[in-house]
């Protein structure tokens, strides 16, 4: 069962770092790939980062190099780290949940999703 649910978003000036965390309370996430996305008002739903079941990762280029994806398997939890946050990084974040972790990084490869956490960045 998968029951998971995102946090750590919030108001960061930039150059500042946020951890958001995607926790499952059911079954394990480690057969599955887990994927974060971000919808800025505006603009369309962008593919950030994505972890496989084998933990390849892969990044959107506009986080590349300031985010990094990691999992937790003792405490079912996938994490987003972002470091140099910029103003174009405000958006909500969603954690999804799938079966594949492509290059592209694409919602199509995601089956669940949860309620998503603000991220601001301003000064």
């Known amino acids: 069962q998968l029951q998971f649910v995102e946090s750590g978003g919030g108001l960061v000036q930039p150059g500042g770092s946020l951890r958001l965390s995607c926790v499952n309370s059911g079954e394990t996430l480690v057969y599955y790939a887990v994927g974060w996305f971000r919808h800025a008002p505006g603009k369309e739903r962008e593919g950030v980062s994505c972890?496989?079941?084998?933990?390849?990762?892969n990044y959107a280029h506009s986080v590349k190099g300031r985010f990094t994806i990691s999992r937790d398997s003792v405490k079912n939890a996938v994490y987003l780290q972002m470091d140099s946050l910029k103003p174009e990084d405000t958006a909500v974040y969603y954690c999804a949940v799938g079966t594949y972790c492509s290059q592209y990084v694409s919602a199509g490869e995601f089956d669940y999703w949860g309620q998503g956490t603000q991220v601001t960045v301003s000064s």
């Open positions: 972890i496989g079941n084998n933990n390849n990762t």
